[in-house]
């Protein structure tokens, strides 16, 4: 059974940092492409980073320079690390993996509030 779990949100004031994780279980992690997406209250999911089982890295422009995906095979583990933070990121991350172009696996979530 596929499971992804997130951790490591919370609230933190703007430009204070946090760092999420995403265990995951029941696949073979090293092969499959990973992401951080975003929702914010009243609006869609975004795609807010991504990691090929490459190394390879994306972001949105709006996190780009601030945040940093990374991944870890050997724990099956993917971070985002959030820097500079601003109100407007405040949303519920959730993170996802995906074998080539099989079905994405989510997990539940984790709520990042920034907030003074």
């Known amino acids: 059974q596929v499971q992804l779990v997130e951790s490591g949100g919370g609230l933190v004031q703007p430009g204070g940092s946090l760092r999420l994780s995403c265990a995951a279980s029941?696949?073979?992690?090293?092969?499959?492409?990973l992401e951080w997406h975003r929702q914010a209250p009243g609006k869609e999911r975004e795609l807010v980073a991504g990691?090929?089982?490459?190394?390879?890295?994306n972001y949105s422009d709006s996190v780009k320079g601030r945040f940093t995906i990374s991944r870890d095979n050997a724990k099956n583990t993917v971070y985002l690390q959030m820097n500079s933070l601003k109100p407007d990121d405040t949303a519920v991350y959730y993170c996802?993996?995906?074998?080539?172009?099989?079905?994405?696996?989510w997990g539940q979530g984790t709520l990042v509030t920034v907030s003074s």
């Open positions: 996802s993996a995906r074998y080539r172009i099989g079905l994405k696996r």
């Open positions: 990691v090929t089982t490459a190394g390879d890295t």
């Open positions: 029941g696949i073979i992690f090293s092969i499959y492409d």
